[in-house]
């Protein structure tokens, strides 16, 4: 049986030879995963003495951020509305763009292949130009503060909404879809009475979850300008004002947290 | 008809459904039995022939126009295909949003005049009790039950139903078949449905079609329809 199985002319010099050429492989492959290793030391300027011997400074800093200044806290509870109004504002409109933008994304529902991809299109921009860029882009158009960093949101927004809207939509039954365009119901008609309540609670869940997303983004974008807790840790940090740094750091913590916690449990509950 | 593969789905098929009648059409898988059940209701286009309407032919007919014939034609599907988390009764207004092309009801509103209509088209399937609860929470019986009604509140002049008892039970299967029954004697729709059940035909129907490889074999009322013509419909799909 097995002479029959195996191949009948291999040579033990041809096995040899495979032999060789495996090592090699699996030589080129461990020296080329060594030279990414260390051009990426070199690129980063990896110097682990400068870690060692500057620990102190970093113990330093953290001896002059305690205790966190407590009495600056009511002056930060303006910032804080701020970071959390950018990220509803963001959200709310990123919504109310997504939802239509979505329908027209979505395979079953898209009235023609080119509006299709067109949208398609629009999603990804949106999705892969990062919200900083985004900020930074709507700085120079509104000028600085919270505003450009809400249309950065909301812009950015658009393009996670629209493509998790998309996919929920094309995964529904067309069943109730088919149903209604046979009654004659135009095409509009069938999407906010048959699609939209259909993937309410799938849309209600997404929207929490990018709330809390967006609270998050909301404070990195204070670092360009555009208000908020970033900014005033920022402002801070210049100021080498370290007791009023950990005490932003302390509510961005809780900040976060506490929208994780909130979106989770609402989505909880309504899902 | 014929598709594009160069597959004959039906020729030769030519039928005519009065107001009042409830007419079955009976059939082997793939004998063309939902394909003239999809080209009368205007969701295809035969490669010839016509489908008349009260007399205006649908196959010319496109877009809006084709929209506004379609809502003389009630379609009844295998599966009730209602909105879950939506309310029987707006389910069943839903079928009224043809003739009320307004923004309002594009932006998800409903045509609010037409809500004493749509718990008309429910007392008629008798599920009034039922209008405020979710449609969740129908069985599937009721559920095809205010399909039907959804079908009606578009004021339709004829109902097509595609096997609409195909996934119930027995006893659902009846209640469905005596109320396409009433709405033919009562309400003088023309009622077209094709059907599995050879047996649920015969008990409500007033004339039995049988379709085989796309043509029509038999026309006639049940009792001039013997059940060994019945049986020939199925030769080939069936041991024996």
Known sequence: MSSETLPAAVSPAKLAAAARFSLLKTAVIAIVLIALFVQALIVVQAQPAELITGIHGMADILSRSLPPDVSSFPAQLWPVLETIDIALFGTFFGVILALPLAWLAARNTSPAPAVYHGARAVISICRSVPDLVWALLFVTAVGLGPFAGALALTIHSVGMLGRLLAETIEDMDMGPMDALSSTGAARLQIFTHAVVPTVLPSLLGITLYRLDDNIRSSLVLGFVGAGGIGFQLLTAMNLFDYRTVSLLLIITFVLVLGAERLSAAVRKRVL | ?240
Do not use: W
């Open chain 2, 1 to 240: 008809m014929q598709y594009p593969t160069g597959r004959l789905a039906l020729h030769s098929a030519s039928l005519t459904v009065h107001p009042g009648e409830f007419a079955v059409i009976l059939g082997a898988n793939g004998c063309g039995k939902s394909t003239m059940l999809r080209i009368i209701a205007g969701m295809q286009k035969p490669t010839a022939g016509e489908v008349r309407i009260a007399g205006q032919d649908i196959t010319r007919l496109n877009g809006r126009a084709l929209s506004d014939a379609r809502m003389t034609l009630g379609m009844v599907f295998q599966h009730a295909h209602l909105v879950k988390r939506r309310s029987v009764l707006t389910n069943v207004t839903t079928g009224t949003l043809g003739r009320h092309r307004t923004l309002f009801t594009a932006l998800g509103g409903l045509p609010p005049q037409e809500f004493p209509h749509a718990m008309n088209c429910l007392e008629q399937v008798g599920l009034t009790q039922f209008a405020k609860q979710r449609a969740s929470t129908l069985s599937g019986g009721q559920a095809q039950r205010a399909a039907i009604a959804r079908a009606l509140a578009q004021r339709p002049r004829a109902l097509l139903a595609d096997e609409p008892v195909a996934s119930l039970d027995p006893e659902a299967a009846e209640d469905v078949m005596r109320l396409l029954r009433k709405l033919a004697t009562e309400q003088r729709m023309a009622v077209l449905c094709v059907l599995h059940q050879p047996d649920l035909a015969r008990r409500y129907a007033d004339r039995l079609l049988g379709l085989r490889k796309g043509v029509i074999a038999f026309d006639d009322a049940p009792a001039n329809v013997t059940p060994d013509a019945i049986n020939d419909l199925y030769e080939g799909f069936r041991p024996s």
